[in-house]
């Protein structure tokens, strides 16, 4: 297959996914859900259609543009992917970006979101046969040429001592920011509340800390999140929210509490699940100081100035995970 087989080929996948009725959707999901609790139709539901807005073929030629190396045939190389399961499909940028660049890919699924990462190589290679030469699936990566591995900062060790020989990306633990200045509206808040609370908090790109103004009034913004209070019916998210309140309790912790939603002030980027922190800047020049310490663990910041609130969940295809451009990386191998 040239280049342009393969963008037309992801971007019918997309009008796939596009065209997915809702029951489709709700079936998927509950099959999804055997595998990993937290994988409601809604969680389900947005990843679809963070997919499907990465596979519109004008997007895709004009990212693949900024590759010449693409429209060249290659010497297809294995690459071995170790895909993360924290949230529905969420190894499926790499899927694309291996199977774009011509390579052939060795994926190891996570136990947690095996089931709907095969049902899209499935809808695939029904579009396109070929691809199924290209697809292979096991739990064994030694035939690999190259790695890509996503987990935690254990295993990245892990990653970094079985695959170091050969060329790799390595991501660990990353987690994302807000930026508030006093100057929000309630759809500004109502659209942060879906950076914090999408996929239950368990994204690197949802938001587990604020950057607040001294003297910032938490009042307006604690009553837009009033309407996120669906994650308590979920039986995972309160028992962690019951747990971390008894623990802020016992220890006297200050904090704020929603009844479903706990904001602490810390210094610390990375919050518990159904936990917030947040931290007071007095000026910008203290902010961008207080950003930069942090830059090496954060995956994105939303915000004014930044990525707009409820944006962080819809990166573009080249807003690549840990900053590290996945596609360079394989078109120089």
């Known amino acids: 297959m040239n280049l342009q087989e393969r963008i037309k080929a992801f971007a019918a996948l997309g009008h796939k996914i596009q065209s997915l009725p809702t029951e489709q959707i709700q079936e998927l999901a509950q099959k999804a859900k055997g595998q990993n609790n937290w994988f409601i139709k809604e969680s389900v539901s947005a990843a679809f259609e963070g997919i499907r807005k990465m596979l519109d073929e004008q997007l895709l030629n004009q990212w693949a543009e900024k590759y010449p190396a693409l429209a060249y045939t290659i010497q297809a190389k294995k690459i071995g992917v170790v895909m993360a399961g924290n949230i529905p499909m969420v190894g499926f940028h790499d899927f694309l970006c291996v199977l774009l660049s011509g390579h052939k890919l060795l994926a190891k699924l996570s136990s947690q979101d095996s089931f709907l990462m095969k049902t899209l190589a499935q809808w695939l290679t029904e579009i396109e046969p070929r691809f199924s030469e290209s697809i292979q699936f096991a739990d064994r990566l030694n035939e690999a040429d190259a790695y890509i591995a996503t987990g935690s900062d254990n295993t990245a060790r892990y990653f970094h001592h079985y695959f170091g020989k ?40 949802n938001v587990s800390k604020l950057f607040v103004p001294a003297g910032f009034s938490f009042p307006k913004l604690l009553n837009a999140l009033q309407s996120f209070e669906y994650v308590a019916k979920h039986h995972k998210y309160v028992n962690n929210y019951d747990y971390n309140k008894s623990i802020f309790l016992v220890n006297r912790v200050e904090h704020l509490d929603t009844g479903f939603l706990l904001l602490r002030e810390s210094e610390e980027t990375v919050s518990p699940i159904s936990v917030l922190h947040y931290e007071y800047y007095q000026s910008e020049s203290e902010l961008k100081k207080k950003l930069e310490l942090c830059s090496s663990k954060t995956q994105c910041v939303t915000g004014k100035g930044f990525i707009p609130f409820g944006q962080a969940q819809l990166p573009s295809l080249d807003d690549y995970a840990d900053g590290i451009d996945t596609m360079h990386f394989l078109t120089t191998l």
């Open 166 to 205: 050969k060329p790799n990306i390595i991501r660990a633990n990353r987690t994302s920011l807000a930026v508030l200045s006093e100057t929000e509206t309630e759809e500004d808040f109502q659209n942060l509340g879906k950076d914090i609370f999408q996929y239950f908090g368990l994204g690197c790109r």
